[in-house]
């Protein structure tokens, strides 16, 4: 389940704040020093997702590590459905979003 920013401390790079809102952090179940935090922007008509992983520091808060995807979607609301399903995904449903199959024009 994806936590309010509050309730983990994480160290955000003053750049990836000044376009993006942060919709929340996910700390691993199984090894709780790492995690994934959730950017998003709009950019004209899509409304963009980012997730970085995130790594527990020895002062206790979460350095944002890199970019591990980003997602367009149509709608904030997308955004939050997603975010909602994401922690559920098996392996195999997320490489599908991550690497959808491309549509294929018939002839």
């Given at each position: ?69 980003a997602f367009s979607m149509q ?33």
């Amino acid at each position: 389940m994806f936590k309010l920013n509050e309730e983990v401390k994480v160290n955000y790079p003053d750049e990836l704040l000044k376009n993006m809102h942060i919709e929340g952090v996910m700390i691993s179940p199984y090894d709780t020093m790492i995690g994934v935090t959730a950017l998003s922007q709009q950019i004209n008509q899509d409304h963009v997702l980012r997730l970085y992983s995130l790594v527990l520091n020895e002062d206790g808060f979460f350095e944002v590590i890199y970019e591990l995807q980003a997602f367009s979607m149509q709608t904030k609301e997308d955004i939050r459905i997603f975010l909602e399903k994401l922690p559920a995904m098996s392996a195999i449903e997320l490489m599908m979003i991550m690497n959808p199959i491309p549509q294929i024009a018939s002839h």
